[in-house]
Structure formats: C-alpha cells, structure tokens
C-alpha cells in the first residue's frame, strides 16, 4: 500500500502580497519508489479547502482535486523509475502573459497574447491579442453593454462572461466576437473555445470535438503548473487544436527556490532539469510529514 506525506507551502502574489497555500504531496509505493505531485485547493472555485483536502486523502475519500494529484505522482513516480524527465520528446505549447490586476502596466516580454483578470472597468492595454476573464461577474445585459461600448478589435475572446446558456451563441454571432467557456467547459456547448485546467479535469474528454482549446496551470505551485504544462503537450500531440495556452503562472508569484529553476524561450516555459517533473534537489530538501 502506498505511504502518503506531504509539504505545505506558502506563495506570494507579486504587488499585492497576498498569499495562496497548498501542499506537495509525495507517494511511494512498497518498493519505495517515490512520485510527486501538487495539491493546491481553490475554496471560490468549489475545491475543498486545505485541512480537508488533508483528511480526505487519509481516509481514501479523493476529491476530484486529489484523484489528479495522484494521477500526476503515479505518473512521476514512473518516469522517475526510468530515470527519465517527462518532457522528454515533448514540446510545451506557447503562453499568454497573465495580467492580475489591470490597474498595474504589464510588460509582454514579446508575448502575442494577454490575459486579464477582470474585475471591474479597466483601460485595455494595446499590443497584444487580448483574453478577458471575467469569472463570470457579468449579467447578460452587462456583458452586452461591455460589448457595444468596447473596441472589440484586439479581444481574442471573452472568458466566461456570464454563466454559460443558450445566450452565448447568440451573442457571439451578434457581435462577432468568441467566448470561452472555463466554468463547465468539460461539457462543450457553444463556447468557440475551451479552457481546461489539468489540475481537476481529465483531458481525454477534451480529445474529440472541434473547440480551440487552452490550457492553464490552476495558479498552484511550479511542481502543479509543469502538471499542466505536460498535459498541454499531450494534448496538442493528440488534437492539433491547442492554442496559446496559460502556463507561465509563476510569474505573478514571489520567487521561490522552484520557481527559480523555471525559465522561458519566448512565450514557451523551458522545464526544468531533473527526472520526472525535475526538481530532484529541492523535493529532497523538503520536510514531509506523513499522512
């Protein structure tokens, strides 16, 4: 049977210092060979929070948050077995820069695309295809205000505008403008594009179909967004349908020993050296406590 430890850790939003926490997770079977993964709960979004995370792995009852945290360590348990990096053969698709707060200048570093957090009214900036996200703060008729007194010329689409109805298709043949659908997005609908975020969704589901499809990391630690980074590769391996995708999240945190191993080539994240996700030295240095 497998023996369970984990690691929390802390991460610090850059300007505003707020702080998100997770935990590391690492497995080892009974021969002791050792798998790593992320846990990195989003109480808004619906995820149990942390302590309950916890107490549900210790009783075997997985959220959906941990059936793919042990799906990621099973498969870095096994790479690591072979001595192998997972991105090995494998080429991680580009990434937008991500905009928290769009009160604050962004630098592009000569990406093509900008996500922005919205939360509220906010001066698009120019020079880049742009993604809104607005987490579904809007009413339809707020969303059709936004729409008739914006330029629409640079939006690449608007994510989650609204919660998802019949009325998306509608509007965006009006307007001549994409949504994309994250809340729900593993069941399709008129959405012309797709968010996927590895870290609770299989992405088999995502194989079939005609949707542009992004993934994102879940804003969760450097060992979570590689998760997702690998994920992302797979599945433009499978579908030729992945786009820019959302995978260079840890710039908007603090630095910290793992994410200082991280770097980029453009908009594309180069990973780091080591086998299976890498960070072989600073999983080691680690202090695990068992579950």
């Known amino acids: 049977m497998d023996q369970l430890f984990y690691a929390p850790y802390r991460l610090t939003f850059k300007r505003t210092f707020r702080t998100r926490e997770g935990f590391l997770l690492r497995v080892a079977d009974d021969n002791g060979n050792i798998g790593y993964a992320d846990c990195h709960p989003w109480t808004e979004l619906g995820d149990l929070p942390l302590d309950r995370q916890l107490s549900s792995l210790k009783e075997g009852k997985l959220t959906p948050l941990l059936k793919r945290s042990l799906y990621f360590a099973d498969l870095d348990r096994k790479a690591r077995m072979e001595k192998v990096n997972l991105f090995q053969g494998k080429t991680i698709p580009e990434s937008h820069a991500l905009l928290m707060d769009p009160s604050h200048p962004v630098d592009l570093n000569g990406r093509t695309h900008l996500k ?26 707020e969303c059709e205000e936004f729409l008739h007194s914006c330029d629409l010329t640079d939006i690449e689409f608007l994510e989650d505008p609204f919660p998802y109805s019949s009325s998306w298709q509608q509007l965006q043949q009006k307007y001549k403008v994409n949504f994309a659908r994250d809340f729900g997005s593993e069941n399709g609908g008129d959405a012309r594009f797709l968010v996927i975020k590895p870290a609770v969704q299989e992405i088999e589901p995502f194989v079939k179909g005609n949707h542009q499809l992004i993934v994102t990391s879940y804003l969760d630690h450097p060992i979570g967004q590689l998760a997702a980074a690998y994920s992302a590769a797979l599945l433009a391996e499978k579908t030729g349908r992945v786009g820019v995708c959302g995978l260079l999240s840890h710039e ?27 960070f072989d030295e600073e999983l080691r240095s680690l202090s695990w406590k068992k579950i």
Request: one cysteine or more.
């Open 116 to 141: 922005i957090k919205v939360s509220g009214k906010c001066q698009l900036p120019n020079g880049a295809r742009l993604r809104l996200d607005f987490g579904s703060r809007l009413t339809q008729a």
């Open 252 to 278: 908007v945190y603090e630095e910290n020993p793992f994410s200082e191993q991280l770097s980029c080539q453009g908009s594309r994240l180069i990973p780091p050296q080591g086998n299976g996700f890498g």
